[in-house]
């Protein structure tokens, strides 16, 4: 029979570890709580109950962690639970074999990310560095408490940008769960968003030499000052850039046709290439041809990988072939350039903000930059090609003048203005 005492963790700590096997101590202030004491010198509480007619012992937790009164709390909750006919082991039993957030993001990657969003990669690294830490947990353990505690924290740290992307990637996760069937609902839905600044940020003619400098600085790796470079020659999207393929361009033409899989509004896309994109796109094909030891010519006015050569401009070593996050040399770019408050995403509004300032229309402008405007689609889809093919050359020339230190109003060409592209606000869904 097990000796009966007032539990306290003095008393505890003096308990002998018996010879071999455990012994049990009762506590006489809570009935049915008991504490086990192994040879190991591990001590955890349990609760003794009769269910069903038979004598069972449901476990509460390892002492020091769980202490004497927290241990008293359990089994009296528990305690309740069985008089009104629950059953506590097999609410456990269950949750063990529950999914958790690790879990889940593994079936949200691969049945939902993966396929339909070209942002994956940004979403298994925001798992990686914000959410890696819940991966044990049971989606039923997170709480909106929870989710708007982690969202308020990685705002203050991190911005309220990452914490807004971050909130939608749980909430997202979250919705595919209950499409799966989860019946726990969406701890995410219903936190309040922190609000984003509307950006007019682009890189001003003051700004341009001391950028070019830094990008022609030999710590820049050539596939990087390509890749920023094409950026912003284009006004493509950075993902697209990243994602950009040799069997989609036309350099004969001048062309890089996106397919709708690849585009952010899910439509063809058409990206206007300047010459001096196009001479950079040319080298890198024939270097990488070069170094793989077999040139391959274009076919039917399209530039094809060799056999050797990776199907994308710009690869990369990772799962998605090519290059993921330029954020370290974009860094390391602007500190070299002493260019503050710049994002990756400002070269494409750059390119934008130099058409309108050689007086371009926002129906071109908009065009060129594959904006997607429920006033302006029917105006997109009459113009042709020519009007957007010069506005973009004539504003990629006037970015190259001023960087080599030449004055962009030569020719009567009016200082850019702070108005983003097309109207749009930097934080427009189309932008």
Request: aromatic fraction near 8%; include cysteine.
């Amino acid at each position: 029979m097990a000796k009966k005492f007032n539990f306290t963790q003095a008393a505890i700590d003096r308990l002998p570890l018996p010879a071999t096997g455990r012994d049990y101590y009762a506590d006489a202030k809570t009935p049915g709580l008991f504490l086990a004491v192994w040879d190991t010198g591990v001590k955890a509480f349990e609760l003794y109950k009769r269910m069903g007619g038979r004598p069972t012992r449901l476990k509460i937790g390892r002492f020091p962690e769980v202490t004497v009164d927290q241990a008293r709390k359990e089994a009296a909750r528990m305690a309740g639970r069985i008089a009104q006919g629950d059953n506590p082991a097999e609410d456990r039993r269950k949750a063990r074999g529950e999914t958790t957030i690790g879990e889940l993001f593994d079936l949200y990657l691969e049945g939902h990310a993966k396929p339909h969003k070209r942002s994956w990669p940004q979403d298994k690294a925001q798992y990686d560095r914000y959410l890696a830490a819940w991966k044990t947990r049971k989606l039923s353990n997170i709480k909106p408490a929870d989710v708007t505690t982690l969202h308020a924290k990685i705002g203050r740290d991190n911005g309220h940008y990452a914490a807004n992307r971050l909130l939608a990637l749980l909430s997202g996760m979250f919705a595919f769960a209950v499409g799966l069937g989860y019946a726990g609902g969406n701890p995410a839905k219903g936190v309040t968003h922190f609000k984003e600044q509307s950006r007019d940020r682009f890189l001003r003619a003051d700004e341009l030499q001391a950028f070019f400098a830094a990008l022609a600085d030999e710590r820049t790796s050539p596939k990087w000052r390509d890749f920023f470079t094409i950026a912003l020659l284009t006004g493509a999207r950075r993902a697209n850039v990243m994602a950009m393929k040799w069997a989609d361009l036309e350099l004969t033409r001048g062309l890089w046709k996106i397919p709708d899989t690849e585009s952010k509004n899910k439509e063809p896309l058409i990206c206007i290439l300047p010459p001096a994109a196009v001479e950079i796109l040319q080298r890198r094909h024939d270097d990488n041809a070069q170094s793989a030891d077999d040139i391959a010519a274009p076919i039917d006015n399209t530039i094809m990988p060799t056999d050797k050569q990776s199907e994308y401009v710009f690869p990369g070593k990772g799962e998605t072939g090519h290059v993921f996050d330029p954020t370290k040399p974009w860094k390391d770019i602007l500190k070299r350039a002493k260019i503050k408050d710049l994002h990756i995403h400002d070269l494409r509004r750059t390119l934008g903000s130099w058409q309108a300032a050689a007086g371009t229309s926002l129906q071109i402008i908009g065009k060129s930059l594959g904006h997607k405007n429920i006033n302006t689609t029917a105006i997109y889809a009459r113009l042709d090609l020519d009007p957007v093919r010069a506005s973009v050359h004539n504003a990629a020339e006037a970015i190259l003048a001023a960087a080599n230190g030449h004055d962009p109003n030569q020719k009567a060409l009016p200082a850019p203005t702070g108005t983003t592209a097309a109207g749009d606000k930097a934080n427009s869904p189309n932008a």
